[in-house]
């Protein structure tokens, strides 16, 4: 069986049956460099044995990566909230505050989305008439003038109390514009499509939209 010796602490391990050397990590817990050995003649008798751990199997190291990852996906959408929109609303809305409290996430990037997926904080009074005019773009108009749906919620998003609820009146809009422009062209195998279409469109021109505000009211 052999054993694992590290000349750094003076120690050894002794490889239980059905062992090897690749179980094991290259290092000791001393952070020294492990060698395998098949016998104690050539150390000195006074050299402590230890325990080590095994290394993570392939499969353990693999399951470990699956469950982790949304967890990483979520400490990025967290950071990537802070670094880009996180701070701009902050410094908008407490710009004109003597003394400041240092800036954070609050509920963060994910909470603000989660608390906004409901009716409310709809602005009806702008999301309406653009519906209407984005769809009668895109049912009458060809060339140039379908970038005007893309300016239009960009608009939404800019007007809008803050990023996320322009990003959210912006997806309705671009949402039920797209759908109902496809049923007034008669694209009714494009229905679904279109409506992704709107809702993505939305989605992005209303970040972008908010973001231009955010960063006009920091500076």
Same mark, same amino acid.
Request: proline share 4%.
């Given at each position: 069986?052999?054993? !694992?010796?590290?000349? /750094?602490?003076?120690?050894?391990?002794k490889?239980?049956?059905?062992?090897?050397?690749?179980?094991?990590?290259?290092?000791?817990?001393?952070?020294?460099k492990?060698?395998?050995?098949?016998n104690?003649?050539?150390?000195?008798?006074?050299?402590?044995?230890?325990?080590?751990? /095994?290394?993570?199997? /392939?499969?353990?190291?693999?399951?470990?990566?699956? *469950?982790? +990852?949304p967890?990483?996906?979520?400490n990025?959408l967290?950071q *990537?909230?802070? /670094?880009n929109?996180?701070?701009?609303?902050?410094?908008?809305?407490?710009?004109?505050?003597?003394?400041?409290?240092?800036?954070?996430?609050?509920?963060g990037?994910?909470n603000? &989305?989660?608390?906004?997926?409901?009716?409310?904080n709809?602005?009806w009074?702008?999301?309406?008439?653009?519906? #209407?005019?984005i @769809?009668l &773009?895109?049912? *009458?108009?060809?060339?140039i003038?379908t970038?005007?749906?893309?300016?239009i !919620?960009?608009?939404?998003?800019?007007?809008?109390?803050?990023? #996320?609820?322009?990003?959210?009146?912006?997806?309705?809009?671009g949402?039920?514009?797209? +759908?109902?422009?496809?049923? *007034? @062209?008669?694209? +009714?195998l494009y229905?679904i499509?279109?409506? &992704?279409l709107?809702? &993505?469109?939305?989605?992005?021109?209303?970040?972008?939209?908010?973001?231009?505000?955010?960063r006009?009211? @920091?500076?």
């Amino acid at each position: 069986m052999g054993y !694992l010796i590290c000349n /750094k602490c003076k120690s050894y391990y002794k490889l239980q049956y059905g062992e090897s050397a690749k179980d094991f990590a290259h290092k000791c817990n001393c952070s020294g460099k492990l060698r395998y050995v098949e016998n104690l003649d050539i150390i000195d008798p006074q050299w402590k044995q230890i325990s080590l751990r /095994k290394k993570p199997a /392939k499969k353990e190291i693999l399951k470990n990566k699956i *469950f982790s +990852f949304p967890m990483n996906i979520k400490n990025r959408l967290h950071q *990537f909230y802070y /670094k880009n929109i996180g701070r701009h609303i902050y410094n908008a809305r407490n710009q004109h505050r003597i003394h400041r409290s240092p800036p954070g996430m609050q509920a963060g990037f994910i909470n603000s &989305i989660l608390n906004e997926l409901n009716f409310h904080n709809i602005w009806w009074i702008l999301v309406v008439p653009s519906t #209407i005019a984005i @769809t009668l &773009i895109l049912t *009458f108009t060809s060339g140039i003038f379908t970038l005007l749906p893309f300016l239009i !919620l960009v608009i939404i998003g800019y007007l809008s109390e803050n990023m #996320i609820i322009g990003t959210k009146n912006a997806i309705i809009t671009g949402a039920v514009s797209f +759908f109902l422009g496809s049923l *007034f @062209t008669g694209s +009714f195998l494009y229905i679904i499509p279109y409506l &992704i279409l709107g809702i &993505i469109n939305g989605a992005v021109c209303g970040l972008i939209g908010g973001y231009i505000k955010t960063r006009r009211l @920091t500076y």
